[in-house]
């Protein structure tokens, strides 16, 4: 019999299939932009929906034509910059060397702890001046603002998040916004493409046929039915990754590439008819992203800007209808 060739089943370039460690995830690699402003922005996923528009995809069979596609919504109440933080550079990396804290909002002290020691924020940013020389880089400290969406949650996600330009215009950038709210219309636009970083929904403890999607073994097979037909061979004497077994299914920290940004609304009541199902009313901004996003409902969403997008001009989408 002559040897039987198929593609393998269940991808290796997500392995290992581990469990998240925290609910909303980290974003390693960014755009190196000189636009002076966020590299990234965060958001509450709120449900998917349907956008008449005009396609202007050139080369596109329907290049000018009215298309319906499907589109996720993802709330996004402004960003609440609460410090800043300076970074200086050595042999093996970067080294966070001095940080500078705003007044924080009382939500914040759900996340950390706040320091009620009131801190005159000029002055320790006109010290931080003389040092400019110094650091390699300057980032924003921001904290989410769930009290404004729709979702009845109050514990805020605080993460970094880096800034554009030089380094003398990142620090201008941080001066001026350092305690000051950040909408999302300061770091995209409409037409941009975007990258979706998100935990995606947990599945729990599954077998190797829905977790890889392996056959069936026949009824007169040993023992099981449910599993790979054999671990492997003897000899190496261990189990290679690549056999499909038991394990954890979902909630994974995954990256979607080129996501297109069809609208930046700050009308709720566009979208709001009698509510998102597990959702509720969208309070406040929002985005409306074409194509699905992972996760579930109310689930936080980080999102910056294309790496791999090769988009030249950015186009303004021509949104016909939506579907409320």
Do not use: C
């Not at 299939?17 to 960014?30: D, E, L, M, N």
């Not at 990142?170 to 909408?183: N, Q, R, S, T, V």
């Amino acid at each position: 019999m002559g040897t039987v060739h198929r593609p393998r089943r269940g991808s290796l370039a997500v392995a290992p299939r581990k469990r998240s460690k925290r609910i909303y995830p980290r974003v390693s690699s960014k755009r190196a932009m000189k636009d002076v402003k966020p590299l990234d922005f965060a958001g509450y996923k709120v449900g998917m929906t349907e956008v008449r528009m005009i396609d202007d995809r050139v080369g596109s069979p329907t290049h000018n034509q009215q298309v319906v596609v499907s589109a996720t919504v993802i709330e996004t109440p402004p960003l609440y910059a609460t410090g800043v933080r300076a970074y200086r550079k050595h042999p093996y990396g970067e080294d966070p060397v001095s940080e500078i804290w705003a007044e924080q909002k009382k939500e914040l002290s759900r996340k950390t702890s706040i320091s009620k020691k009131k801190v005159d924020v000029s002055k320790k940013m006109a010290e931080l001046e003389k040092k400019l020389e110094d650091f390699s880089k300057i980032t924003l400290i921001v904290n989410t603002q769930p009290v404004n969406a729709g979702i009845s949650k109050k514990k805020p996600e605080l993460f970094e998040s880096d800034l554009g330009g030089s380094v003398a215009e990142m620090f201008a950038y941080a001066k001026e916004h350092i305690g000051k709210e950040i909408p999302v219309k300061d770091v995209f636009v409409e037409g941009e493409y975007i990258d979706t970083v998100g935990v995606t929904v947990g599945k729990g403890f599954q077998g190797s046929v829905k977790r890889f999607g392996v056959k069936l073994l026949a009824k007169k097979s040993q023992k099981l039915v449910r599993k790979a037909g054999n671990l492997g061979p003897w000899h190496p004497h261990k189990v290679s990754p690549r056999v499909p077994q038991m394990g954890q299914m979902g909630f994974h920290k995954r990256t979607q590439f080129n996501n297109r940004i069809l609208k930046i609304g700050e009308d709720p009541k566009e979208i709001n008819a009698d509510g998102w199902k597990r959702y509720g009313l969208v309070k406040g901004q929002y985005l409306l992203v074409r194509g699905s996003i992972q996760g579930p409902t109310k689930r936080v969403i980080r999102m910056r800007h294309a790496l791999r997008s090769h988009m030249g001009k950015v186009l303004s989408p021509q949104i016909v209808s939506l579907k409320v």
